[in-house]
């Protein structure tokens, strides 16, 4: 098997007390500079699968690989330096943006001043409290933040929830721009469409889940 960073065959997953699937037999791989798109509809398992990714939920040995190795072997605290979730709305501790952002830079801020201007975020907010931003706000910041960590591969669940058409487009661009530039891996979960030149591009790639049956 090709050691993509992110390998999944065949993973299905149902909740514990529940007798129908939230995910059947889904396949799916993430190299370095792919921007990968989950779609389909409230329900068809978009965020267990990004879950099972970073084992918040514990998926069926075998089903999900990290450059070759079953995650279920690996180190958590290894897998998740390397595989960062953001997940939706997003949880900030009451402090200033700089503040919140600090606890996780790891020694990546250099890469601050780009995402505030590639997602239109003042530097000024960097003295705001996170409590005081807007919800799409916020979600940029959050954004932020899980870049800051120097992932190789990113999970977003609904990272574009609460943004207007021209912020979406901003984000896509942006995450294309990690793709292309900075070899970064990124899988999202969104039911905003990507623009039309995002669609196009190579290096994106939508699939679709569907037939699921939890609701």
């Known amino acids: 098997m090709q050691a993509f960073p992110l390998h999944i065959q065949g993973l299905s997953y149902t909740y514990p007390g529940e007798n129908k699937a939230a995910l059947r037999d889904v396949s799916l791989e993430v190299n370095s500079r792919d921007l990968v798109h989950l779609w389909g509809a409230s329900g068809t398992g978009k965020s267990t699968l990004l879950k099972l990714a970073v084992r918040l939920l514990v998926p069926p040995k075998g089903c999900i690989f990290f450059d070759g190795r079953d ?23 009451d402090l200033t943006v700089k503040e919140n952002l600090e606890m996780v830079s790891r020694g990546h801020a250099s890469g601050l001043r780009r995402a505030f201007s590639a997602l239109r975020l003042p530097w000024a907010y960097l003295e705001k ?47 294309r721009e990690l793709c292309q530039k900075d070899g970064l891996g990124v899988l999202l979960a969104a039911h905003a469409n990507a623009p039309g030149d995002i669609a196009s591009d190579k290096t994106y790639r939508r699939v679709e889940l569907q037939g699921l049956s939890r609701p």
């Open 129 to 175: 409290r996170a409590s005081e931003l807007s919800y799409g706000e916020q979600q940029r910041v959050n954004l932020v933040r899980v870049l800051l960590a120097g992932p190789r591969l990113l999970l977003l669940d609904e990272p574009t929830q609460g943004m207007d058409a021209a912020l979406v487009e901003d984000v896509f661009v942006f995450l």
């Open 71 to 93: 995650i279920v072997e690996l180190p958590i605290k290894m897998l998740r330096s390397q595989v960062k979730l953001m997940l939706t709305p997003p949880a900030f501790f």
